[in-house]
């Protein structure tokens, strides 16, 4: 188990800092590892064509697995990039049958270069020696009929790929794997740091603006906290109406005061979009949190839908603690037990508020205002 949390720690580490890369890499060796395994389909089909006939049809496979790695290669980075910045600019505001649409043309778009590129410069030289006996090539309908089965092969890799994209982007970067592992198949023990975050004002916000431009107001807010979750190796648990739950690792939010810094963080980010939502709304998103630390169950749950849930007091008690922020009329709230286990610093203005009997509790919690943070930012 040890080394599974490992590859996670170090899957969000890296993404955190080349998200771009990490994102186009993926979508690379993905598209290599579909043409590696339509040549080896192509390859075999050819020695069963030629052991039937008793015509040599295959003399080498090496060739056209290297033209099958390197086109792979453009096809992933194409693909990549053009839905990395599409997907940050301009699909996000766009129904999901309309992105599925775009990316089908765009796919189909570059497919057809590809085939293209492989007719009439990569054919003659490479593919015909090693495929085919001297002086046999492909006509304008058999190179049809090839364009037809790609067309056929990537729109499914397409949609696979696809899948696991969603997949991916739907429990963070690094859990996939450990997931198709079993890692949560039964229940096991881990040391989670949990953020409860809840728009302030909101009943008064929601009569405001009423109730579609309210969830406009809601989905722009959990978006740009979206854009700070991966400098800060935070991960998103779950959205209940105008809640946000954010989870650490208690190792990656202790580190470098990420689970301190990342509140102060979406309020900057708030600040930096102010005119857009003064444009918009009228308002500015102010958000109250409670955070706290412990030991939390994790488990795979579901069948129809399938999820990873925490369990646990830790969970509960974050979210108390959230659920005062009002009464003591605080932003930020923090058990005393977390801030004991980041320490002191200088750059983090704290007020104690002494023993707490939160609603629900049996015993009181010590609470800490944290009243500002004039740490730097983690890297970009």
Not at 13 to 23: D, G, H, K, Q
Not at 107 to 132: G, K, N
Not at 304 to 311: L, P, Q, T
Request: one cysteine or more; aromatic letters at 14%; a positive charge.
């Amino acid at each position: 188990m040890a080394k599974r949390f490992e590859y996670t720690t170090l899957a969000q580490r890296y993404t955190a800092r080349f998200p771009v890369l990490t994102y186009v890499g993926i979508q690379v060796n993905f598209w290599i590892i579909a043409n590696i395994l339509l040549v080896a389909i192509i390859y075999l089909q050819l020695q069963i064509i030629g052991q039937t006939f008793e015509i040599p049809v295959a003399k080498s496979f090496g060739p056209i697995l290297l033209i099958a790695v390197i086109l792979g290669i453009v096809y992933g980075v194409s693909l990549g990039l053009t839905s990395y910045y599409l997907d940050k600019k301009v699909f996000r505001r766009l129904s999901l049958g309309k992105v599925i649409l775009f990316k089908a043309l765009g796919s189909l778009a570059v497919l057809t270069v590809l085939v293209a590129f492989t007719r009439f410069v990569l054919f003659e030289p490479f593919i015909s020696p090693s495929l085919y006996t001297q002086g046999i090539t492909l006509n304008e309908t058999s190179w049809e009929y090839t364009f037809y089965v790609l067309l056929i092969y990537y729109f499914f890799m397409t949609l696979v790929i696809s899948f696991i994209n969603q997949v991916n982007k739907k429990y963070g970067p690094g859990v996939l794997v450990p997931l198709l592992m079993g890692r949560y198949r039964n229940p096991r023990e881990e040391e989670r740091i949990f953020m409860f975050m809840d728009l302030k004002s909101s009943t008064t916000t929601a009569e405001k603006l009423g109730h579609l431009k309210y969830s406009s107001f809601i989905r722009d807010c959990f978006m740009d906290i979206n854009d700070v979750l991966l400098p800060f190796h935070a991960q998103v648990y779950q959205y209940v109406g105008d809640e946000i739950v954010v989870t650490w690792t208690e190792d990656e939010g202790l580190k470098n005061l990420f689970c301190i810094k990342f509140y102060f963080a979406c309020k900057k980010q708030f600040l930096k979009r102010a005119e857009y939502y003064r444009t918009n709304y009228g308002l500015l998103p102010d958000f109250k949190a409670g955070i706290h630390t412990g030991k939390v169950t994790a488990v795979e749950i579901g069948d129809v839908k399938r999820d990873i849930a925490f369990h646990g007091d830790t969970l509960n008690t974050a979210s108390r603690i959230q659920s005062v922020c009002n009464e003591y009329e605080k932003s930020f709230l923090a058990s005393e037990y977390l801030i004991q286990k980041i320490g002191l610093d200088d750059g983090i203005k704290t007020l104690p508020l002494g023993m707490i009997l939160l609603k629900g509790k049996a015993e009181k919690i010590g609470l800490v205002s944290i009243e500002s943070n004039e740490l730097p930012a983690p890297f970009s």
